[in-house]
C-alpha cells in the first residue's frame, strides 16, 4: 500500500500531496511532493531536491515544514516498501 | 498540445474543456464540415458521452485515416469499430474511470511534460498487460509483473484500475505506481527527459549501472560468472572501461541491451 503523509487541511486543499508509491524508481530513495502536473522528488539520503525542474522554489514553505517535520517517519516509510534498497544502505560497497 | 480540439459536447459538461478553446460539434454537418477540412487533418476529437458520436455517421472515411478520437465513457464494441474507420487512432477504453476526470484531463494537455503523463488506460485481463494512454495519446503496454509486489503488501488488483494525482498514478486497487517509474523504464525518450532534468552528483557509467541493478532488484553476486568485487568496482567508476563480455552477461541479466545500460 502506498504511504501518503497526512498533510493539514489547508494544504490538502490547495492539492498538495506527498507521497511514496508502491513501485518508485528506486535510486536514490525518495519522497515525491505532488502537486496537480507536477512532481518534486527529494531525496530521502541527502533532504536535497533530486530535480531542476520543476523549481524547488515552487513548493509552499509549509509543505516543506511538514516533509522534513516527517523525516526519520519518511525513511522508515520508504524502508518498508523497500527493504531492498534502504535509506541507509545496508550493501557493502566492498563485497 | 498544438492541435485543434473538436468537441462532440452531447451528453456531457464542456465547461471543463474551454481552457483547450475547442470547437464545438453539435450536428451532423457541423461535423462533416469539420472533418473534410484539412486544418483539422490531425485534430483530436473528443466525445464526452457516446451520443456525441452520432453526430458521426453520415462522414465519409478520408482515403487515409488521420486525426484521433478520444470518447470519455464506454461505447459499444460495434460503434468502436465504426469510428475506427474514421480515425487514425481510437482511444476509448472500456471502463468508466479509464480516463483522468475532465478537469485534469485538461490540465494534463496545457501541461510542458503531457507525453510523461498519462489520461487513461485499459486492463487486458486475458493478456495480462496494461494499456496506458498518454498526455501526447501514445499508447504504452506494461505486462502485469511489472507491477511487483513485497511480501505481506496489497498485490496490486488488475480488475479496479484508475490514474490518479492528474496522471502521475497507476491505481489497481490499493497499489500504486509511479508514472515516472514505468515511463523510465518503458520509454528510452522519457528517460532521457527525465535524467535531463535531474541534478545528478554521479553521472558515471558506474552510477547508471547501480541505479539499473536496484531498479531490476537484482544483487551484485546474481551475475553468472562475475565477481561481486568486480560488480561493485564498476558501480564505483574504478574499471574504466569494462570488458564487452562481461556487459553482455551484466546487460543480459538485467534485460537491456549493453548500450542501453548507460542511459538509465
Known amino acids: 500500500m502506498p504511504f501518503s503523509l497526512r498533510l493539514p487541511r489547508s494544504l490538502e486543499r490547495q492539492g498538495w500531496k506527498v507521497k511514496i508509491r508502491d513501485r518508485e524508481r528506486l535510486e536514490p530513495p525518495h519522497v515525491s511532493i505532488i502537486r496537480g502536473t507536477r512532481v518534486w522528488r527529494v531525496d530521502l539520503r541527502t533532504g536535497k531536491f533530486m530535480d531542476i525542474e520543476p523549481d524547488a522554489a515552487d513548493v509552499a514553505g509549509e509543505v516543506k515544514a511538514e516533509v522534513y517535520g516527517a523525516w526519520v517517519m519518511l525513511q522508515q516509510r520508504w524502508d518498508a516498501i523497500y527493504p531492498g534498497n534502504p535509506v541507509q544502505s545496508k550493501e557493502n560497497d566492498n563485497e | 498540445m498544438s492541435e485543434p480540439t473538436l468537441l462532440l459536447a452531447d451528453g456531457g459538461n464542456t465547461a471543463p474543456f474551454q481552457p483547450l478553446r475547442p470547437r464545438m460539434i453539435r450536428s451532423a454537418a457541423d461535423a462533416r464540415t469539420a472533418y473534410e477540412s484539412e486544418v483539422n487533418r490531425h485534430a483530436w476529437w473528443v466525445a464526452l458521452a457516446a451520443d456525441g458520436l452520432r453526430h458521426l455517421v453520415a462522414l465519409r472515411?478520408?482515403?487515409?485515416?488521420?486525426?484521433?478520437?478520444?470518447?470519455?465513457?464506454?461505447?459499444?464494441?460495434?460503434?468502436?469499430?465504426?469510428?475506427?474507420?474514421?480515425?487514425?487512432?481510437v482511444l476509448a477504453p472500456a471502463e468508466p474511470d479509464g480516463f483522468l476526470s475532465a478537469r485534469e484531463l485538461v490540465d494534463v494537455f496545457r501541461s510542458p511534460n503531457a507525453e510523461d503523463l498519462f489520461i487513461g488506460g485499459d486492463v487486458d485481463l486475458a493478456d495480462r498487460v496494461v494499456i496506458l494512454y498518454r498526455g501526447n495519446l501514445h499508447r504504452i503496454a506494461v505486462p502485469f509483473d511489472w507491477f511487483k509486489t513485497r511480501r505481506g503488501a496489497p498485490k496490486p488488483d488488475f480488475k479496479d484500475f484508475a490514474i490518479t494525482d492528474s496522471g502521475q498514478t497507476v491505481r489497481l486497487g490499493d497499489y500504486e505506481a509511479a508514472a515516472d517509474a514505468i515511463l523510465y523504464e518503458f520509454d528510452a525518450g522519457a528517460r532521457r527527459r527525465m535524467n535531463q532534468r535531474a541534478i545528478r552528483e554521479d553521472q558515471s557509467f558506474g552510477g547508471a549501472l547501480r541505479r539499473l541493478r536496484l531498479q531490476r532488484g537484482v544483487s551484485r553476486t546474481a551475475f553468472p560468472g562475475i565477481d561481486a568485487k568486480t560488480i561493485a568496482r564498476i558501480e564505483r567508476g574504478e574499471v574504466e572501461t569494462p570488458h564487452e563480455a562481461t556487459l553482455a552477461v551484466?546487460?543480459?541479466?538485467?534485460?537491456?541491451?549493453?548500450r542501453e545500460i548507460a542511459t538509465y
Open chain 2, 250 to 258: 551484466i546487460a543480459k541479466l538485467l534485460g537491456v541491451e549493453p
Open chain 2, 61 to 89: 472515411p478520408r482515403a487515409s485515416r488521420a486525426g484521433c478520437l478520444l470518447v470519455l465513457k464506454p461505447v459499444s464494441p460495434q460503434r468502436r469499430a465504426f469510428v475506427d474507420t474514421l480515425f487514425a487512432d
